[in-house]
């Protein structure tokens, strides 16, 4: 019988890591059972060789995101992100794209009567909101993840796009992605691996870049040509 | 497939000031970004050292990992397709593109599909690829390959891509004098491009066998355009990109930026897990993975299995005297530099050609040195010489000269007598600026630059003197 590619390939795959029965072994395996050699593999990792921050979260978060090119603005309430918001946005053409922010304990958002907001992402705005599930001291990243509030293309159209996050919700490195975007079913002895809830996970640190051109960086290649990291303390 | 002849091309890279101008650019970029960005961390060794333990543990166990990897694809709605050859590759994209009556595709950066010269295939079925990436829109424009893994366009200057621009674009009163003039004129032309596309094709830096993610890391925005915008998102991408666990892949992601390109981290590094859930607002309805196999099953087994952990970096490259001499176009393969001149023989197994490139090393280490894996290059590229040489590879002149070499060294006296004479002909004849312009039976090395003369004393000359002093 002819073997499509996908046996052949893992064949050749298992006899290359001397399975005894390599052109069977991956080959017969159900669903159960690659789960269970998995989860066995994978029963230990290597020991971190990160040394600890030596600063706060919150300080070492804003100092690396200053250095990826990010600009960093920390608001004490709504009032005050809408103050900063009317200082500097208040005139520009196109309204302000937004989205629920809710999750970031601003429940009142948006507020229409002092600015202009639009859900729209398809228009090319020229700047734009949109809130993070939490930041990453270690790179200064914020992370953000498609659902039913956030489009991910919306944060990549836009040409200035202000980041809102929680201080509470910055973890230290990048193995906490999985704190920061948790998946619907927890990990647990049952479901040690389970699906992840959002299609899309973006880790974004600074705006947009290239050095194609004679290794020149230069900002706003096709994302964001200007990143602001709002921070809610 | 054309011949490749990294001997003539070399001359001809050489000899072509405007790549020699464009290839200046590494030392003080990419090269000095590195060191700055590793002399940042207190501990790169130990970033290495558990990337490379975090590599080693997905090849370990490819197999499962990989299946693992279909299971949580599969279960978030995507599919998995497995090529055995480029060619099964680039028809299984096509098909799909056929199925969705997709004509135009928003194409990230891959270098898979550079093995199986995924654009033209495309083109010839009608279907139209726009690059996205900035570095792989130019060379497109340019109908070139690219010349690096990371810097697609590195060989190309300012002025070339201004006229290359001019030449495609409908520039009117544009200036496009400036780095910056030239990135908004792409921007401008692409915007368009991401809004109305009928599908998309991007490469992956990661799979992970745990979630079913694909990491993709880019700096541009391109990636993550391409892959929310339209309907269809295809990923293409090959059987040794698999990692373990998502802490796995954050191993990697520590080291993967810095050796790139000196930054702690990408600007933007996504994970992508299928298709669009129904309750979000934006991102393909259909989402497929190609697995390619292309001889990484076969290496797997081999004494370069080691290979299969590189994670593309291309900081071999940026630090090898021969690629930075040279350029990528010299060595007409997919994968240029060091880790190329690995891969390529180990793809190309029968193409004599091939293993030219194992010779293309001074064998000075740095490449070794800089691997973010810890891949030992020189190893692996002296093991393909002997590979070549009992193939049969090797021209008859470099035989005789290293039967005769063997002769001589099997003979000590005879050998330090014959140097000592050699090292004081050269020094009778060095004139004043101690460099020879021209050297019987070393053109290969005059025609490019001046061979410094011996400094009076063989090696062992000097060796011996110096251990005597030390004893004194």
């Avoid at chain 2, 933007?268 to 990484?296: A, C, M, Q």
């Avoid at chain 2, 020094?427 to 460099?435: A, E």
């Amino acid at each position: 019988m002819t073997q499509t590619a996908r046996e052949q390939i893992l064949a050749n795959i298992s006899k290359a890591l001397g399975r005894d029965d390599a052109p069977t072994f991956s080959n017969n395996m159900s669903g159960v059972e690659i789960q269970q050699k998995f989860d066995t593999l994978v029963q230990c990792s290597p020991a971190s060789a990160i040394t600890p921050l030596n600063s706060s979260l919150l300080e070492h978060f804003t100092l690396q995101a200053k250095a990826s090119n990010a600009e960093v603005v920390e608001f004490s309430d709504q009032d005050a992100l809408l103050d900063y918001l009317t200082a500097h946005y208040s005139a520009l053409d196109t309204p302000i794209y937004t989205e629920p922010m809710a999750d970031i304990n601003l429940p009142k958002w948006p507020d229409t009567s002092r600015l202009n907001f639009t859900d729209d992402f398809t228009m090319t705005n020229q700047f734009g909101l949109l809130p993070a599930l939490g930041g990453i001291a270690e790179t200064g990243s914020v992370v953000l993840a498609s659902n039913s509030k956030h489009a991910t293309a919306a944060g990549f159209l836009l040409d200035t796009m202000m980041v809102i996050i929680s201080a509470k919700s910055i973890v230290e490195k990048l193995e906490q992605i999985s704190e920061i975007c948790p998946s619907p079913a927890h990990k647990s002895q049952e479901n040690p691996s389970p699906t992840l809830a959002n299609r899309c996970i973006n880790i974004i640190t600074g705006p947009s870049r290239t050095a194609d051109v004679e290794q020149q960086v230069q900002l706003g290649a096709h994302g964001p040509r200007k990143l602001i990291i709002g921070i809610m303390l | 497939m054309k011949t490749i002849d990294f001997v003539d091309l070399s001359h001809e890279a050489l000899k072509d000031q405007q790549l020699q101008s464009a290839l200046n650019h590494i030392s003080g970029g990419f090269v000095a970004n590195r060191t700055k960005a590793v002399d940042s961390v207190e501990n790169f060794e130990g970033l290495r050292t558990q990337a490379k333990a975090a590599r080693d543990r997905a090849m370990q166990d490819l197999d499962i990992y990989l299946l693992q990897f279909e299971r949580k694809v599969q279960e978030a709605g995507g599919h998995v397709h497995w090529a055995q050859t480029p060619e099964e590759l680039a028809q299984i994209v096509v098909d799909i593109a056929k199925q969705h009556k997709a004509k135009t595709v928003l194409k990230g950066k891959s270098m898979v599909a550079e093995e199986a010269h995924l654009n033209d295939v495309l083109s010839a079925n009608d279907i139209t690829p726009f690059e996205t990436d900035l570095g792989e829109y130019i060379i497109q424009l340019a109908k070139e390959p690219p010349s690096h893994i990371v810097v697609p366009a590195l060989h190309k200057t300012k002025q070339q891509i201004k006229a290359l621009f001019a030449d495609a674009h409908n520039l009117g009163e544009r200036d496009l004098d400036s780095v910056a003039g030239i990135v908004n004129e792409a921007r401008g032309v692409m915007r368009e491009r991401f809004l109305t596309a009928d599908m998309s094709i991007t490469g992956a830096n990661m799979l992970v066998a745990e979630t079913g993610s694909t990491v993709l890391v880019t700096n541009e925005g391109n990636g993550d355009l391409s892959s929310s915008l339209p309907n269809l998102h295809i990923v293409t991408s090959s059987i040794d990109k698999i990692i373990a666990t998502q802490d796995d892949a954050c191993k990697v992601l520590r080291v993967l930026a810095k050796s790139a390109t000196g930054q702690p981290i990408t600007a933007y590094t996504s994970f992508y897990n299928g298709p669009k859930r129904s309750t979000e607002k934006d991102g393909p309805e259909h989402f497929h993975i190609v697995l390619l196999d292309n001889k990484r099953s076969e290496i797997l087994a081999s004494e370069f299995k080691e290979m299969l952990n590189c994670i593309r970096c291309g900081a071999c490259m940026n630090h090898c005297p021969v690629y930075t001499s040279v350029g990528g176009h010299a060595y007409n393969s997919v994968y240029p530099g060091p880790m190329g001149s690995v891969l390529t023989p180990l793809m190309h197994g029968h193409d004599k050609q091939a293993f030219d490139l194992p010779n293309a090393s001074t064998f000075c280490g740095r490449c070794e040195e800089v691997c973010p894996v810890k891949i030992p290059l020189p190893s692996l590229l002296r093991k393909l010489r002997v590979k070549g040489l009992n193939k049969g590879y090797v021209p008859l002149i470099s035989k005789w000269f290293v039967a005769a070499y063997m002769q001589v060294i099997q003979y000590p006296r005879f050998y330090r007598f014959s140097t000592a004479l050699g090292v004081r002909l050269l020094c009778l004849f060095k004139g004043k600026k101690g460099r020879f312009k021209r050297l019987p039976l070393a053109s290969g090395w005059t025609q490019n630059r001046d061979m410094p003369a011996p400094q009076g004393e063989t090696f062992q000359q000097r060796w011996a003197k110096k251990q005597k002093e030390r004893s004194q």
